[in-house]
T-cell receptor, first 113, second 115 residues
Framework: DAKTTQPTSMDCAEGRAANLPCNHS???????VYWYRQIHSQGPQYIIH???NNETNEMASLIITEDRKSSTLILPHATLRDTAVYYC??????????????FGKGTHLIIQP | DAGVTQSPTHLIKTRGQQVTLRCSPK?????VSWYQQALGQGPQFIFQ???????QRGNFPDRFSGHQFPNYSSELNVNALLLGDSALYLC??????????????FGSGTQLSVL
């Protein structure tokens, strides 16, 4: 799986948009970008994933650059409950079969009141 | 609808002992994966079970073994515990062969302390 690079930590003011970057310069053509987050004392939670088009759901937006070497997760109106560690993961989507994910250390996002 | 449930929530063992952790997947899910998360680190993939068989395994020794039952629930067994096995053990479930199969649902984990 391609390696990802994320900042160790970030701060964001409550109510503002939180933009979390991820570098995946060695990504292959069949690899998707996934984002999970882990709130303290809980298991990771799926947020969003995409291949090359921008994606949006009820939780966040995912912006992938045209060359696919980096992406940004956007939380449009951050709340205190969004304080968590955010993991960017690159993984081929086989459409079936085993799907063990490789988590890095992620970005610790702290939302400030 | 209950999500992924794990038991026990906390466990204390001593070196050399054996431990069994349990996981019930989310309703409708047939695939269970186990992860180990050391303090300050991201989760590390141990193995995955589907149709009662181990389908994929991460870089973990044979001391780590598992089982999946006909009702899709699963157990993680660790033999000859080492101090380094102290970690949060996470179970994740998913549905095989769907377009969103990488959307894993995680339990809250079992915190294992080895003394």
């Amino acid at each position: 799986d391609a390696k990802t690079t994320q900042p160790t930590s970030m701060d964001c003011a409550e109510g503002r948009a939180a933009n979390l970057p991820c570098n995946h310069s060695t990504i292959s053509g069949n690899e998707y970008v996934y984002w999970y987050r882990q709130i303290h004392s809980q298991g990771p939670q799926y947020i969003i994933h995409g291949l090359k088009n921008n994606e949006t759901n009820e939780m966040a937006s995912l912006i992938i650059t045209e060359d696919r070497k980096s992406s940004t997760l956007i939380l449009p109106h951050a709340t205190l409950r969004d304080t968590a560690v955010y993991y960017c993961i690159v993984r081929p989507d086989s459409g079936g079969g085993a799907d063990g994910l490789t988590f890095g250390k992620g970005t610790h996002l702290i939302i400030q009141p | 609808d209950a999500g992924v449930t794990q038991s026990p929530t906390h466990l204390i063992k001593t070196r050399g002992q054996q431990v069994t952790l349990r996981c019930s997947p989310k309703s409708g899910h047939d695939t269970v994966s186990w992860y180990q998360q050391a303090l300050g680190q991201g989760p590390q993939f141990i193995f995955q079970y589907y149709e009662e068989e181990e389908r994929q395994r991460g870089n973990f020794p044979d001391r780590f073994s598992g089982h999946q039952f006909p009702n899709y629930s699963s157990e993680l067994n660790v033999n000859a515990l080492l101090l380094g096995d102290s970690a949060l053990y996470l179970c994740a479930s998913s549905v095989d062969r769907t377009i969103v199969m990488k959307k894993l649902f995680f339990g809250s984990g079992t915190q294992l302390s080895v003394l």
